[in-house]
């Protein structure tokens, strides 16, 4: 690990005045991933920013009857919060599917939006990795990639995106408010997160000077009808092979509105909107929806260690879409799949 000087913001201002005078500096709030990637070499800042006494850690009513959110709320807190539990239970089910106990009660919201790869060739300094070191190849391309991507990759990166909590929060159509020195400003959640193109070294569209202090949520919560699907190696404390984030609004029989994010596939939260619109006005069902996956995974292309992941997801698209509209969302406590 390198030396660093340590700084404490004392407001919102003070942080953004911080994190523009230093290039290579650093937020740091729970720090479950960064000290990680610090440890590893893979993250070098010289100055971290204490942020973890700013004013943001309040979940607070708007006036378009949703919530929002502060940037510093732990996770543990956001998914046991009563509000979200009645009325956002999918994002709650997503957080209580990722890491430990422990680690939530440490983790910011958010800090899980800006968790980093965990592809394993951005972990290992002494491959090469676009990622990490611009330039210097994908490894993962022609070496271990079973836990890599299958949609919306590039030549230069096929890492993918590892938040859960953030696979929800596409589903359900956050907005992400961030601050930065020439103000704030409001990001879609669809626009938040990047694929890697020819930068993969660049994970977000929130710029290196900017912080994010809230995330709304829409009035909108589908608290009846949703289910969070994570299919991964072992039951507890494992990254997706595939996630699903599936929300249905049914009337009298018939899909109104539908979402289906999917997790573990792309370097984001991986969102096909026409997918979604062959649900509306059609009756729940297999048929209705193993069509909506094949759209989804129309363009989906593996490599040599991951190409079932293609038809595990369809698998879990289709059964999260059915445990959704049964009103049967999975469990996350005794993870047995319904």
């Not at 991933?33 to 590893?40: A, G, Q, Y």
């Not at 009325?87 to 089910?93: A, E, K, N, R, V």
């Not at 994908?138 to 590892?162: E, M, Q, T, Y």
């Not at 363009?299 to 879990?316: C, P, Q, T, V, W």
Request: net charge neutral; aromatic share 6%; charged share 20%.
């Amino acid at each position: 690990m390198n030396d660093f000087d340590y700084v404490k913001a004392r407001d919102v201002n003070d942080a953004v005045s911080q994190i523009t005078k230093h290039l290579a500096a650093r937020f740091i709030a729970g720090g479950t991933n960064l000290i990680d990637l610090m440890k590893e070499n893979v993250e070098r800042p010289t100055r971290l920013i204490d942020i973890t006494g700013l004013p943001l850690k309040e979940i607070e009513e708007t006036q378009a009857g949703g919530l929002r959110i502060g940037a510093l709320v732990p996770n543990s807190d956001l998914a046991y919060d009563e509000r979200i539990t009645t009325h956002y239970p999918l994002l709650s089910s997503a957080i209580l599917a990722g890491a430990s106990a422990q680690l939530r009660n440490m983790a910011s919201t958010g800090g899980n939006l800006l968790q980093r790869t965990r592809c394993l060739y951005f972990y290992d300094i002494t491959t090469p990795c676009n990622k990490r070191e611009p330039g210097s190849g994908c490894g993962a391309l022609d070496g271990f990639n079973r836990l890599n991507a299958i949609l919306g990759w590039s030549k230069s990166c096929i890492a993918v995106h590892p938040s859960d909590m953030s696979v929800a929060l596409a589903a359900l159509e956050a907005t992400v408010h961030v601050v930065g020195p020439r103000g704030g400003r409001a990001i879609p959640f669809a626009d938040f997160h990047r694929l890697p193109g020819d930068t993969p070294e660049i994970d977000t569209n929130l710029a290196h000077d900017e912080i994010i202090t809230a995330i709304e949520l829409p009035a909108e919560g589908f608290s009846r009808n949703y289910s969070y699907l994570k299919i991964r190696d072992r039951l507890s404390y494992a990254f997706a092979l595939v996630s699903v984030a599936a929300a249905l609004r049914i009337e009298a029989g018939a899909i109104k509105d539908a979402r289906v994010a999917l997790g573990g596939v792309a370097h984001k939260p991986w969102r096909v909107p026409e997918a979604e619109q062959t649900l509306e006005g059609r009756q729940p069902s297999r048929t209705a929806f193993g069509e909506a996956a094949d759209v989804i995974l129309q363009d989906a292309m593996g490599f040599a260690h991951n190409s079932f992941k293609i038809e595990l997801a369809r698998r879990a698209i289709v059964r999260a879409l059915e445990q959704a509209a049964a009103g049967t969302p999975q469990s996350q406590s005794s993870k047995k799949i319904v």
